[in-house]
């Protein structure tokens, strides 16, 4: 795993951008991924996803090339794969081997600076900081407002508990709203370290959209990490989804080119 984490880190430190996303490392911290290791390469498959990393000095040696092949010859189903920041190298690979190009993840980013509206919460509805009586709740609205996201909605209690296990959760960052009915929605803020936070996960049950309850969820946690301090904020969003891209450019937020994910698939 030392071996592993190196050349992920070298990779990041030279790509701008971390080739392993969080459901990845605490997959390899827990030992539930498949490892493949190929001179300075390594590719992890976990749930139908690969993650594929060669270290940044030994590139163009076909190093990359030959760890898809074993992948490919390992794995007869469907597989997808991220490229972190959209790099050039991740696109020949994938077309080289005949992937397509499926879905763009886009990073916002706001800087903290920024002059923010007043939080106004809808008369009826309170915001307040998570409790351990509210896990089957916060479970119950993300499952139905991620219906149909393939990684979000699969978020179950033991997901949860393992995601609050990380050092960074803090109850006071998970913001639900509720009001006499129940729990509306929430937003999932996380603080990466004293500069960086991360508008983590906003959601809002079915029944409570058009309400506009985002945005006032959203601007909750922006005003959390605010009086933490942070420097930036940032957040991951589906290129396509207009509705969402809209409301986060009116909270300041913008995406540059270079802040892309792409998500590759393999054809079968």
């Known amino acids: 795993m030392d071996h592993i984490t190196a050349i992920a880190d070298e990779s990041a430190a030279a790509d701008g951008a971390d080739p392993l996303d969080e459901a990845t490392r605490m997959a390899l911290a827990d030992g539930t991924v498949e490892v493949l290791t190929q001179d300075d390469g390594f590719a992890l498959v976990h749930a139908d996803d690969l993650s594929l990393v060669v270290r940044p000095a030994a590139r163009g040696r076909g190093i990359g090339s030959a760890l898809l092949a074993r992948v490919e010859a390992a794995y007869a189903g469907a597989l997808t794969a991220w490229s972190h920041g959209d790099h050039p190298a991740a696109a020949r690979l994938a077309e080289g081997h005949g992937w397509e190009r499926v879905r763009e993840l886009w990073v916002m980013r706001r800087d903290a600076a920024l002059v923010m509206p007043p939080l106004e919460v809808p008369p009826g509805v309170t915001i307040r900081a998570y409790r351990d009586s509210d896990a089957a709740d916060v479970v119950a609205v993300n499952a139905a407002a991620f219906a149909h996201h393939p ?69 909750a946690g922006l005003h959390h990490l605010a009086a933490l301090g942070v420097d930036e904020v940032l957040l991951y969003v589906e290129s396509d989804n207009a509705p969402a891209v809209a409301v986060y450019s009116r909270l300041g937020f913008a995406h540059a080119t270079s802040d892309t994910h792409v998500q590759y698939r393999r054809r079968t």
């Open 151 to 219: 990684e979000q909605g699969a978020m179950d209690e033991a997901n949860l508990a393992r995601r609050m296990a990380e050092p960074w959760f803090d109850p006071a960052g998970l913001l639900v709203a509720e009001d006499s009915s129940g729990m509306l929605g929430f937003h999932w803020t996380k603080q990466h370290d004293a500069r960086l936070g991360e508008v983590y996960v906003v959601g809002v049950a079915p029944q409570a959209q058009g309400r506009g309850l985002g945005r006032v969820l959203t601007l």
